[in-house]
């Protein structure tokens, strides 16, 4: 057996016995998602639609950000570069959610702020994909904003690492 061959071999074992274990843990990964999304339905929110106003209300893109806790592609959204004085609020039910002058560039790819306004989104533990994390949604519809971390700027030391769809942004 040459190098290339049992290199080759090797590959194709470790495939085959990866593959499976990648397809089990799927369940896992689909369950603490439904799970999450559970918790959402359970709570209460002053703006309720149904599943099928919400499509109607939304993009397809906002609908999976905002009511099945998607996430969009670092640095695809405009509101990552906007810097206007203004405010950013909740593209599902329209709460103004964060000031513009809370805005920080985190080099992560989404719109960062290290507060929201006051009354504006609630949070919960998300453990989906086998981390703890902090799930940030809006107080008044439940909408998936995004995750709330402990290494933003002073003088919160928090980042609101937030979806671009799941926000509109209104010039001041």
Known sequence: ????????????????????????????????SAAGAQVAEAERFEVDYSDAEWRARLTTAQY???????????????????????????AGCGLPLFASNAKFDSHTGWPSFWQPLPQAVGTRADTSYGMARTEVHCRRCGGHLGHLFNDGPPPTGLRYCMNGLAMTFAVA
Do not use: I, K
């Open 1 to 32: 057996m040459d190098r290339r061959q049992f290199f080759t071999g090797s590959a194709a074992v470790l495939a085959a016995g990866a593959l499976p274990l990648l397809w089990a843990r799927r369940p896992a990964l689909s369950a603490a």
């Open 64 to 90: 999976d950000v905002l009511r099945q806790e998607g996430t969009e592609r670092p640095y695809s959204s405009p509101l990552n570069d906007e810097h206007r004085a203004g405010t950013f609020a909740c």
